[in-house]
């Protein structure tokens, strides 16, 4: 039976104790997973995760030659001369690209989580693809689900989806949950608004409203739109769909 526990924020993970066979699952429902998930779906050819504008302009130069896109934001404004790093704008543009994606929090939980041997990420967009590889190839192993937070603060948003998660693997079969887990269990399985209702009424949703991002929202909400399992390869440094990468090391 696997054990699965909820990591509330990025910041309380702590790189030492990432051990074999452990499955890390890092979520950031407003913005970046759900980000990196609609691009994938939508053609991107991979997504760089990087830790800030500093390091995307790097990188930018390095795949200069394949002429990439560079997305990002930090604290909800997008970077000065990158492409906002919201879904529904970079649907259009993605197909056979290659995305460069810097934000404040989810990138940055993503590359906090490289020590693990899988790092999936994960939307309320993809919830049942990831719970269905969880299921068939990692239900012995130890899974950490990766709350992003911001700015070293909790964020209900993502807590819901880890919620969301939890409930689908649930039904699946038996798994030893850790009280975090539970707690996210209860928060989702109790709650009887929309996802849309729910994201909407969190601060960062509050953020998008404010920023005329409701559609983004709105399209962000929706559970189960892809068929999309993203997966970490630390080796290359970038995100594809988990049929090109076996490994996260």
């Known amino acids: 039976m696997g054990r699965i526990h909820v990591v509330m924020k990025k910041e309380d993970i702590d790189p030492s104790r990432w051990q074999n066979n452990s499955v890390a699952v890092v979520f950031d429902v407003l913005l970046a997973t759900s980000t990196i998930t609609a691009s994938l779906a939508n053609g991107a050819r991979e997504v760089i995760p990087v830790l800030n504008e500093q390091e995307a302009k790097s990188v930018s130069k390095r795949f200069q030659h394949e002429n ?67 299921y068939q190839e990692h239900r012995t192993e130890n899974i950490v689900l990766v709350c992003s937070g911001s700015a070293n603060s909790f964020c209900l948003e993502d807590y819901y989806g880890a919620g969301g998660l939890l409930h689908s693997l649930i039904q699946k079969g038996d798994w030893e949950l850790s009280d975090a887990a539970r707690g996210a269990l209860m928060v989702y399985s109790n709650e009887k608004r929309t996802a849309k209702e729910v994201l909407a009424e969190t601060r960062v949703g509050e953020m998008m409203t404010a920023y005329g991002l409701e559609e983004d929202l709105s399209f962000v909400s929706n559970e189960n739109q892809y068929n999309i399992v993203p997966v970490f390869s630390k080796r290359s440094g970038s995100i594809k769909e988990v049929k090109e990468y076996e490994s996260s090391r």
């Open 68 to 134: 990439p896109l560079v997305a990002g934001e930090y604290g909800g404004i997008t970077i000065k001369g990158f492409l906002p790093p919201n879904p529904l704008a970079l649907n259009r543009v993605v197909y056979n690209r290659l995305l460069i994606l810097s934000t404040t929090n989810g990138t940055v939980a993503t590359r906090r989580s490289e020590g693990a041997s899988m790092v999936y990420l994960c939307s309320l967009l993809n919830i049942g693809a990831i719970a269905d590889r969880l």
